[in-house]
């Protein structure tokens, strides 16, 4: 499969996704910047897994084979290493950052 059918497959499924999961849960996903960032995709994965919706379920595993996603346990894992190395470098760090934010949307 080239890569111009695989990223039209990827977009049909996220679509699929999209039209359902407005339906379901009257939320609105971002399709293109699910087809671009990874974190988003895991998002928008634990979002239609959460309706328990037998339809979106199989988009999700579609969606999943697609962009080569990890199973959530798996997904949990990374984030909690996240987490663990993020307050490493915090205690770690001896310099604050003054007027500099950050801030997270998920």
């Known amino acids: 499969m ?24 009257s939320r609105v996903i971002d399709v293109m910047y ?20 037998p339809e979106l379920a199989g988009y999700v595993e579609r969606l999943r084979a697609l962009l080569d996603l990890q199973e959530d346990h798996e997904l ?3 984030e909690d290493q996240q987490i663990l190395l993020s307050k490493e470098n915090n205690t770690n760090k001896k310099a604050l950052d ?9």
């Not at 080239?2 to 849960?25: E, G």
């Not at 003054?98 to 998920?106: I, Q, Y």
């Open 2 to 25: 080239n890569i111009t059918a695989k990223k039209d497959d990827i977009f049909s499924v996220a679509t699929l996704l999209y039209a359902r999961l407005r339906k379901v849960n």
């Open 34 to 53: 699910l087809m671009q960032d990874r974190s988003y995709a895991h998002y928008v994965v634990t979002l239609a897994l959460e309706t328990k919706d």
């Open 76 to 78: 949990i894992n990374a």
């Open 98 to 106: 003054e007027g500099h934010v950050s801030f997270s949307l998920f």
